[in-house]
C-alpha cells in the first residue's frame, strides 16, 4: 500500500501533504513559544521519544519484517553510553550521544549476525533473549554500569559552541527540540529509505526471504543495514530519554516491558506506514498518561457526565488509577483481534468501504 | 562454448539422494529442457546450481567460475536467476515494484530501474497491471510477472522452474512464445517443464532425470525416440 | 452419489474454480485430471471442506455437506487421501492407521479394516512399528491410501496418489486403486498422470484453470485429440 | 464522547487547577501499582492516617495522589504535573530510591519542597539540593545499628552479605560492607541475587561453605521468608541472622515462626517504639486497613504531617515552606524529627534506629537497650527439628 | 563438592516443575503454532487458586491439584475459545502481542481484586528436608518432583494411548491431514489450550508451598516456559521434559560458579546457542 503512494512521489511530489507537513512541522516549532505548561511540554518530549522508538523500530519490524521484540537493547545500550561516558568520563553527551549510537550499532551488528540466521517466531524470541542478556549484564557489571543503583545525572552541561552557551539544559525547551528534531530526522529517514533501492531490498525481504535472495539480495547485509538505521534512531531516543529524565537503570532503560511498548506504538499505529508510529505515539502516550494520573475518571466527573459522589464517580476515581495496565491490556487485546492493522488500517478501512456505499 | 557446466553433482538429504552424479553442459545461447517426472530432482538440482543448497559432490561452473558454496545473491550478481515452481510474487508490492526489485540488481538508481523495469513488463506484456498489488494477480499474470522480475536482474542464464504449470493451453502459449522471444534476445535459458509440447518446442537440447539421475541427454527427436525416457516418462511402454 | 452443482470458489482476489459440475455415481471411479494449478485439489478442498466452501452446492447421499464441517464430511462417509501424502511423521504406521479409524463408526471396525489394509499392503504389516516420516515416498503413498482406507469410506477422494513415485510404484498404486473398488467403496481421483487415471477411470472430467472443460468416458478421453496434445504430449 | 475528548485536553494541557480557600493543596506520589505496590499501599495508608490528623488540627488538606507505578520517567510526569499543573505548595513521596533521586531533581529545578519519606538510598539527599528533604534513615543507618548490636553482644569475625540486586538491595549491601570493615568485620562472601527465582538453594550452600559468625540479607518480604527457608533446609546455622529492614520488619515475616525466630532486623519505628502516638498509629492503623503497618507508613505519616503543618503555617507558599522544613522541628511518631546538614548530606533526619528480633512469631523492639522490650537472644539458638 | 551435588540435586528437583511448565507450553504451540506468552500468567492463577483452597477450605497444595487441574483445564479451554481462536490465523507478532495483552489483563485483573501483596503459604513441610549423604533434599520439593514425574507419565499415557491423546498428537502434527481423518481439529485444539493450562496451573500449584505467589509472579516463568520449549524442540514432549530439567541444572549448578545474579544469562545464551547450532530443538527432527 505504501508502495504505491511512493510510485506517485517519485513521478511529482503532492503538494497538499506537503504544505500539511509543513504546516505542522512549523506549528511544533513555535509550539513552546505558546505552550508555557512544562506539563504539556514533558507531554510532547515523551510523545517525541516514542515516535522516534516507533519510527525506528518500523524500519527493521514494518518494513524489513524482522520483528525484534528486543529494541530496549538499543535504547539502554545509547542511554547507557551516553551517560556513563557523562558521569564518569566527563565526557558532555553532545560527543557521548555519537558514541551511544556507535556502541548501538555495533550491538546491532552483533546482534543481527546471531540473530538473523533464525526466522519467524524463533527470531522474536531470540531478540528477547538478547535483550534480556542486556539487561542482567547490566544489573551484574557494577562497574560499568552502577548496577541496580542505576546513573544519576543532576545537570547536564551546558552546549557551547566556541564559547556561546546555545543552551543549559535548564527548562524543557531544549529536549523539546532535541526531541522535535530527531523525530524530524527519523521520519526523514524513513521516507528515504521508503524511496529509495534500501526501501525496496527491505520489503521484498519483508514480502518473501527466498524470493527476494534470489533476486540478487544479500539478506544478511539488507537486514542487518535495517538493524543498523534502526539502532541508531532508537539509541538517540534512548541518550535523549537518559539525559531528560536523569536516572537510568537496567529495569527501564533496557526492560522487556519498554520492547513491547516500542512493537506496540507501531502495532496499534500501523505497521509499516510512516504514519503508523505517529499515530500510535500520539494515542499511547497520552492515554496511558491519562490513565496514570487518573484524569480520565477526573474528566468523566467534571464532565457530569457521571456524579461525583455516585457509586461508580467514586470507583472510577478510586479504582481507575489502579487499573491503568490493565486497562492498556484490554486495548491491546481488543485491537489486535477487531483491528489488526491498526488504527491506520482501520481508518483506511473505514474510508474504503464509505466510498464503495457512495458509489 | 558451455555457459553452465555440471560437473558429477550429487545432491543428499539425509541418507536420500535426491541428485547423483548428474554432469552436463548448457551451452551458450541454447534453451536447454530439463524433464522427469514428479520427485526426479529437477528442483533440487535447480537448488544446487543456483546457491540454495550447496551439492553434497561435484561442481557447478559457471561462465569458468565455480559456484560452489555461493550464496543465491552473488549467483544472480554473477548473471544466474531462476523462477520459481510455486510463484513468489512480492504479495504487497505492486507489479512495477516487484520488477523493479529485480533490476536493482543492476542499479542503484531508482529511476534507471524503473525505465528498466518497464522495459521487461513490456517484454510480458502487463503494462495493463502496473500499479495492481502482485498478490491479486491471476496464476497467469503472476507466472508472467516472475519471469519479468528476473529478467530484470540481466541474467545471461535464465533458469525457468515450470513457469507454464497451472496455465491454460492459451497462456501456455503465451509463454511459450516468451520463451522463444527471451531466447532470441540471446539469453541461455533452462527450462523445467512437464508440459511435453511446450518444452518438445522451445527446447534446442533435453536432459531427463528420474529418481536421482540423468537418463538421457538429446534433442527433442531424440528423446521421444528413446524408449528409457518413455518407460519412465509416460509410465509404460504401450503409451 | 456425490453431486457438485455450480461450484465457485476464490482464494482472497484469485478466482480459482468456476461454476464446476461434477457428479460422482455409486461405485464408479471418476478421473478429474488436469495441469498443475487448473484447481484440481481446490475441488477436493472444497468437497473435505478444508476451505471455507465457495457457492454453488456440494450434496453428498442428498446431504448437504458445504454446510458441514471437516470432520463432520468424513463421519458422512466422505474421506479424503491428501497429495503429498500428509503421513503423521512422528506416529508410528499403527497410530497413523489407528487415526484413520478415528471417527466413531469406524472405531468400531478397527480392527477388522486394518486386517484389511494389511493385506491390501503387506508392506505395511512389515513396517508397523515405524516412524511414518522415516519411510520411503512409495510406503508413505501406501499409508496415506490404508489410513484413508481406515475410516471406512463410502467415496474415497484420492488427490495425486502417484505424485513423485518411480513408474513400477504408480503402476502398483493404480492396480490398487482399482482393487479397491472391487471392494465397494467409490473412487474420486485427481490426477496429472493422465494415461494411467483414465485408464482405470469409468468416466472423466478435464479441469482447465478451474473450469470443466471435458467430461466423457474413461477410454473416449483417452482419445480425445485435445487431451492427447495437451497432457501426453503426442 | 466529543465533550469528554476535549475537556480531557483542557484538563492535560491549559486549566491550571484553581485552588480552594482556605485548604492547603499538596502531592503525594507513590508506586500505587507496580512491582513495589505491596509496599506502596503502606505510604498510601499513612498519609490517609496523616491527612485525618491534619484536619483535627484545623488543615485541610487537598491532596491530589500520583502513581508512579515505581518507574523514573512516570514518577517524572507525576511530579511536573503536580509541581507546574496542579500547583501543589509540596510533595510527599515517591517510594522508591530510583523515583525519588529522579524527582528530586525537579524539586530542585522547580522550587517544590519534597519530602522523601521511604526511600534510604544514601546519595538522594547528598547531592547538595535545597529543596530535597528525607525522614528515612539512610542504608547506612540500617546496617550501622545492627552491627553496633552485634559487636556489642557478641565477637563475630567474619560476615557473608546477600542481597537482591536492586537499587535497596545492592546500596544496603554496600553500606553493610563498609560499616563491617571499619568495625573490622572480615566479609568473606558477597552475593547479588536476582529477585525472584524460587532456587536459592545453592546459592546458600556456597554461603554456608565460607562458614560465616553473621549473615546479612537485605531482601523485600518473599524473598526474605524463601530465604530463610531455604537456610532452614540446608542447615545454615550462624551466630546470627542480620536482616536490614524491609522483609525482615515485616509482620508476614514474622508469622512464619518456624524460620523467623532469632532474626534481627533493623527498622525506622514498631509498635513498641519509645515515641508519642506509636501504639495508637498501630492500632489505628490495623483497625482502619486490616493489617500491622510497617514503618513505611509511620515514615510516611509522619512526611505528610510534617508537610501539612509546615505548608499550612507557611500560608501556602513555597519557599517559606522550605524556609519552615529547614529551620522546623517536630515531635510525632518517629520522635523528634529535624532536617539537618551533616556527613556530607543535607535535610537529613538523623534518625534513630531499632532493631527488633522475631521471638515467638512476633517483632520484639530489642535495641537500643534502654528501649528494649524483651532482651535480645543471642547467639542464634539453632534450627528446631 | 558436596555444593556441587546440593546444586544438581535441587536443580533437578526444580527442573521438574520446570518440565511441567515447558510440556504444557510446548503442546499449546505443537497444535495451534501459537507462542502463548500469558503461560506465565496462567500458571499465576493456578497459584492463587492453590493459594485460596489453602487458606479458605485448608486443602492441602499437593491434594488440591485434584481441583486446581480441572478448574484450569476449563480456564484455558475457555481462553482458547474467546480469544486465542480468533487469532488463529493472525500474523505471528500479532499473536504474540495478543497473548502479551491477555497475560496483561490477567495478572492486572488479579491485582485489581487481590492487590498485589506477596502471599505465602506457610504448610507444616514449607521449610522441611531430609538430608542425605550430607546434601539436604526439600521435602515439598520432592514430593512436587514426584508427582511430576507422575503427571507425566500420566499424560504420556494419555497421548500415545488414547484415541483422543493420539488425535491431539495428529493435530499437532498436521492439521489438515487430521481434518481429513474426521478429528475435530478445533476441539483438539482447546483440548490442547485446556491441558496446557492445566499443567501451568499444576506447576503453579506445585510451587505453592515453596515459592511466593503475586500477580506479576508470571513473567518469571514464561520466558523460562520459552527456552525450555525450543531447547528441546518446540513441540517435543519428551525435549520439553528434558529441557525443564536442563535448565533447573543449569541456573543451580551456573549460578554457583558463575554467579547467582547470572542465571538468566546462562540460561538465554544456553538458549541462543540451540537457536544457531540446533534450531530444532535438542530433541527435535523438523526438518526447517
Known amino acids: 500500500m505504501n508502495m504505491k503512494t511512493s510510485t506517485a512521489d517519485i513521478r511529482g511530489i503532492a503538494t497538499l501533504p506537503l504544505l500539511l507537513t509543513a504546516a505542522a512541522i512549523i506549528l511544533l516549532f513555535l509550539l513552546p513559544k505558546f505552550v508555557t505548561s512544562t506539563y504539556a511540554l514533558h507531554i510532547m518530549i515523551l510523545i517525541f521519544i516514542s515516535v522516534i522508538m516507533g519510527s525506528a523500530w518500523n524500519i527493521l519490524g514494518g518494513y524489513t519484517g524482522q520483528y525484534s521484540v528486543g529494541h530496549a537493547a538499543y535504547f539502554g545500550v545509547g542511554a547507557y553510553t551516553t551517560k556513563i561516558l557523562l558521569q564518569y568520563r566527563h565526557i558532555a553527551p553532545w560527543y557521548g550521544v555519537w558514541a551511544g549510537v556507535a556502541a548501538a550499532v555495533a550491538t546491532g551488528l552483533v546482534i543481527g549476525s546471531i540473530c538473523f540466521r533464525i526466522r519467524g517466531p524463533y527470531f522474536v524470541l531470540a531478540s528477547i533473549a538478547v535483550a534480556e542478556i542486556f539487561r542482567v549484564s547490566a544489573l551484574n557489571l557494577p562497574g560499568l554500569t552502577n548496577g541496580a543503583e542505576g546513573i544519576l545525572i543532576t545537570e547536564v552541561p551546558p552546549f557551547k559552541i566556541g564559547n556561546t552557551v546555545i543552551t543549559d539544559f535548564m527548562s524543557k525547551v531544549p529536549f523539546y527540540y532535541i526531541g522535535l528534531v530527531i523525530a524530524i530526522a527519523v521520519i526523514l529517514a524513513t521516507r528515504l529509505v521508503q524511496n529509495s533501492k534500501l526501501g525496496y531490498y527491505f520489503q521484498a525481504i519483508r514480502e518473501d526471504q527466498d524470493a527476494a535472495h534470489s533476486l540478487g539480495i544479500n539478506l544478511t547485509l539488507y537486514k542487518n543495514a535495517a538493524l543498523a538505521i534502526s539502532a541508531v534512531f532508537t539509541s538517540l531516543a534512548g541518550s535523549l530519554y537518559g539525559l531528560y529524565v536523569g536516572f537510568i537503570d537496567p529495569g527501564t532503560v533496557l526492560d522487556l516491558g519498554l520492547s513491547v511498548q516500542i512493537v506496540m506504538t507501531c502495532i496499534i499505529g500501523g505497521i509499516g506506514t510512516i504514519l503508523g508510529p505517529m499515530i500510535g505515539a500520539v494515542v499511547l502516550v497520552p492515554f496511558s498518561e491519562a490513565l496514570r494520573s487518573n484524569m480520565i475518571a477526573q474528566a468523566l466527573i467534571d464532565s457530569g457526565l457521571v456524579k461525583e459522589d455516585s457509586p461508580l464517580g467514586t470507583f472510577l476515581k478510586e479504582q481507575l488509577s489502579h487499573a491503568h495496565v490493565l486497562i492498556y491490556g484490554i486495548l491491546l487485546v481488543v485491537v489486535i483481534l477487531f483491528m489488526p492493522d491498526g488504527i491506520l488500517g482501520f481508518i483506511r478501512k473505514l474510508f474504503a468501504s464509505k466510498r464503495k456505499e457512495t458509489a | 562454448m558451455a555457459l553452465l557446466e555440471i560437473r558429477r553433482v550429487s545432491k543428499f538429504f539425509g541418507g536420500l539422494a535426491a541428485n547423483s552424479d548428474i554432469s552436463f553442459e548448457v551451452r551458450q545461447g541454447m534453451i536447454m529442457g530439463l524433464i522427469g517426472p514428479n520427485g526426479a530432482g529437477k528442483t533440487t538440482l535447480f537448488n544446487c546450481i543456483t546457491g540454495y543448497y550447496p551439492p553434497s559432490r561435484g561442481e557447478v561452473v559457471f561462465n569458468d567460475k565455480r559456484m560452489n558454496g555461493l550464496h543465491p545473491d552473488a549467483v544472480c550478481k554473477l548473471g544466474m536467476a531462476r523462477t520459481w515452481q510455486k510463484v513468489r510474487p512480492l504479495a504487497r508490492m505492486s507489479v512495477v515494484d516487484n520488477v523493479m526489485v529485480g533490476a536493482l540488481c543492476r542499479t542503484n538508481s531508482l529511476t534507471k530501474a524503473r525505465e528498466m523495469a518497464m522495459e521487461q513488463i513490456k517484454v510480458v506484456r502487463l503494462e495493463q497491471r502496473l500499479d495492481a498489488r502482485a498478490g491479486s494477480l491471476p496464476i497467469g499474470e503472476r507466472k508472467k510477472l516472475e519471469v519479468a522480475r528476473v529478467l530484470a536482474t540481466q541474467p545471461k542464464l535464465l533458469l525457468l522452474d515450470e513457469v507454464m504449470g497451472g496455465l491454460n493451453p492459451a497462456e501456455s502459449e503465451e509463454i511459450i512464445e516468451l520463451i522463444l522471444d527471451v531466447g532470441k534476445l540471446g539469453i541461455t535459458q533452462m527450462v523445467i517443464e512437464h508440459n511435453m509440447r511446450a518444452i518438445m518446442r522451445v527446447s534446442d537440447r533435453i536432459v531427463v532425470l528420474n529418481s536421482g539421475e540423468k537418463l538421457a541427454e538429446g534433442n527433442p527427436r531424440e528423446i521421444v525416440a528413446n524408449k528409457a525416457v518413455i518407460q519412465a516418462y509416460l509410465g509404460e511402454s504401450d503409451a | 452419489m456425490l453431486k457438485i452443482g455450480n461450484l465457485n470458489f476464490s482464494y482472497g482476489d484469485l478466482k480459482v474454480l468456476w461454476d464446476v459440475d461434477l457428479e460422482v455415481q455409486e461405485g464408479e471411479i471418476v478421473t478429474v485430471v488436469g495441469a498443475n494449478g487448473a484447481g484440481k485439489s481446490t475441488l477436493l478442498k472444497n468437497i473435505s471442506r478444508l476451505v471455507k466452501p465457495g457457492s454453488g452446492s456440494i450434496t453428498f447421499n442428498n446431504v448437504d455437506i458445504t454446510k458441514c464441517a471437516a470432520h463432520e464430511v468424513v463421519e458422512q462417509g466422505v474421506v479424503q487421501v491428501p497429495e503429498g501424502r500428509k503421513i503423521f511423521p512422528q506416529m508410528t504406521v499403527i497410530e497413523n492407521l489407528r487415526m484413520g479409524s478415528f471417527i466413531a463408526s469406524a472405531r468400531k471396525k478397527r480392527d477388522l479394516n486394518m486386517d484389511r489394509v494389511f493385506t491390501l499392503f503387506p508392506r505395511l504389516k512389515e513396517r508397523e512399528k515405524q516412524l511414518g516420516g522415516t519411510m520411503s515416498g512409495g510406503e508413505q503413498q501406501m499409508l496415506a491410501i490404508a489410513r484413508g482406507l481406515m475410516a471406512d469410506p463410502k467415496l474415497l477422494l484420492l488427490d495425486e496418489p502417484s505424485l513423485g513415485l518411480s513408474p513400477l510404484l504408480v503402476k502398483s498404486i493404480f492396480e490398487i486403486i482399482a482393487e479397491i473398488r472391487k471392494q465397494g467403496v467409490t473412487i474420486l481421483l485427481v490426477e496429472q498422470n493422465v494415461f494411467q487415471s483414465l485408464r482405470i477411470a469409468d468416466r472423466g472430467y478435464v479441469l482447465e484453470t478451474g473450469r470443466v472443460v471435458l467430461k466423457d468416458k474413461g477410454e473416449a478421453l483417452l482419445n480425445n485429440e485435445h487431451v492427447k496434445k495437451a497432457y501426453l504430449g503426442l | 464522547m466529543k465533550k469528554l475528548v476535549a475537556l480531557l485536553l483542557a484538563v492535560m494541557f491549559v486549566l491550571p487547577a484553581v485552588a480552594l480557600a482556605g485548604t492547603v493543596k499538596l502531592g503525594f506520589i507513590n508506586s500505587i501499582t507496580g512491582p513495589e505496590a505491596p509496599i506502596g499501599e503502606n505510604l498510601t495508608n499513612g498519609v490517609t492516617l496523616a491527612i485525618e490528623d491534619l484536619k483535627a488540627k484545623g488543615i485541610d488538606v487537598d491532596l491530589i495522589k500520583e502513581d508512579d507505578t515505581g518507574k523514573p520517567d512516570k514518577s517524572l510526569a507525576a511530579f511536573e504535573k503536580l509541581a507546574t499543573r496542579d500547583n501543589v505548595v509540596g510533595i510527599v513521596g515517591p517510594y522508591t530510591s530510583a523515583t525519588a533521586n529522579a524527582d528530586a531533581k525537579l524539586a530542585e529545578r522547580y522550587k517544590v519542597p519534597l519530602i522523601v519519606p521511604a526511600a534510604s538510598k544514601e546519595e538522594i539527599t547528598r547531592q547538595g539540593f535545597k529543596w530535597t528533604f528525607r525522614v528515612s534513615g539512610t542504608t547506612g543507618d540500617y546496617a550501622g545499628v545492627l552491627l553496633d548490636l552485634a559487636t556489642t553482644l557478641g565477637k563475630p569475625k567474619t560476615m557473608a552479605i546477600l542481597n537482591e540486586n536492586t537499587d535497596f538491595g545492592v546500596s544496603g549491601a554496600k553500606s553493610a560492607k563498609e560499616i563491617a570493615q571499619k568495625k573490622g568485620i572480615k566479609v568473606v562472601f558477597e552475593e547479588a541475587y536476582s529477585k525472584g527465582s524460587p532456587d536459592y538453594r545453592s546459592t546458600l550452600a556456597k554461603l554456608k561453605a565460607t562458614n560465616p559468625d553473621l549473615v546479612f540479607m537485605v531482601s523485600y518480604v518473599a524473598d526474605a521468608i524463601l530465604l530463610m527457608r531455604q537456610s532452614r533446609e540446608i542447615g545454615l546455622s550462624p551466630m546470627a541472622f542480620l536482616g536490614a529492614g524491609a522483609g525482615f520488619s515485616v509482620a508476614q515475616f514474622a508469622k512464619e515462626k518456624e524460620i523467623s525466630n532469632g532474626v534481627f532486623s533493623s527498622t525506622q519505628w514498631t509498635e513498641e517504639a519509645p515515641w508519642a502516638g506509636s501504639k495508637v498509629l498501630f492500632k489505628r492503623y490495623v483497625k482502619q486497613f486490616g493489617k500491622p503497618p510497617t514503618y513505611h507508613a509511620a515514615c510516611a505519616y509522619e512526611s505528610m504531617m510534617i508537610m501539612g503543618q509546615a505548608a499550612a503555617a507557611a500560608g501556602g507558599d513555597r519557599e517559606k515552606t522550605r524556609e519552615a522544613l529547614t529551620t522546623g522541628k517536630w515531635n510525632g511518631i518517629l520522635g523528634e524529627v529535624r532536617f539537618q546538614d551533616y556527613d556530607g548530606y543535607q535535610n537529613q533526619r538523623k534518625a534513630v534506629m531499632l532493631v527488633e528480633q522475631v521471638q515467638n512469631g512476633k517483632h520484639e523492639t530489642v535495641w537500643p537497650l534502654k528501649d528494649a522490650v524483651k532482651k535480645p537472644i543471642w547467639p542464634f539458638p539453632g534450627w528446631k527439628k | ?288
Open chain 5, 1 to 288: 563438592m558436596i555444593v556441587f551435588f546440593q546444586s544438581l540435586i535441587s536443580g533437578i528437583l526444580i527442573g521438574g516443575v520446570y518440565a511441567l511448565i515447558g510440556i504444557g507450553l510446548t503442546i499449546i504451540f505443537g497444535v495451534m503454532r501459537v507462542i502463548n506468552f500469558a503461560h506465565g500468567d496462567i500458571l499465576m492463577i493456578g497459584m492463587y487458586l492453590t493459594y485460596f483452597l489453602f487458606t479458605l477450605f485448608h486443602i492441602d497444595p499437593f491434594v488440591s491439584i485434584v481441583i486446581t487441574i480441572p478448574l484450569m483445564f476449563l480456564f484455558g479451554a475457555f481462553l482458547q475459545k474467546v480469544f486465542i481462536n480468533r487469532a488463529l490465523n493472525a500474523l505471528p507478532q500479532n499473536q504474540i502481542l495478543l497473548t502479551i495483552g491477555i497475560g496483561l489483563v490477567m495478572s492486572n485483573t488479579v491485582m485489581l481484586a487481590f492487590t498485589s501483596d506477596y502471599k505465602i503459604l506457610t504448610t507444616t513441610y514449607s521449610s522441611s528436608s531430609v538430608e542425605i549423604l550430607g546434601i539436604s533434599v526439600s521435602e515439598p520439593l520432592a514430593v512436587s518432583f514426584a508427582i511430576t514425574v507422575a503427571i507425566t507419565a500420566a499424560l504420556y499415557w494419555f497421548l500415545y494411548k488414547t484415541d483422543m491423546g493420539q488425535a491431539i498428537r495428529a493435530t499437532a502434527q498436521d492439521r489438515e491431514a487430521a481434518q481429513l481423518m474426521g478429528i475435530n481439529v478445533k476441539r483438539m485444539s482447546i483440548i490442547a489450550f485446556g491441558i496446557g493450562s492445566a499443567l501451568a496451573g499444576t506447576a503453579g500449584a506445585l510451587i505453592s508451598p515453596t515459592y511466593y505467589i503475586f500477580p506479576q509472579v508470571g513473567s518469571v516463568f514464561t520466558l523460562k516456559a520459552f527456552v525450555i520449549t525450543v531447547l528441546g524442540g518446540m513441540g517435543s514432549i519428551v525435549g520439553a521434559t528434558l529441557g525443564g530439567v536442563l535448565i533447573g541444572v543449569a541456573e543451580s549448578v551456573g549460578g554457583v560458579y558463575i554467579g547467582s545474579g547470572w542465571k538468566d544469562v546462562i540460561v538465554f545464551v544456553l538458549f541462543l546457542l540451540v537457536l544457531l547450532f540446533k534450531p530444532s530443538g535438542l530433541l527435535g527432527t523438523s526438518k526447517d
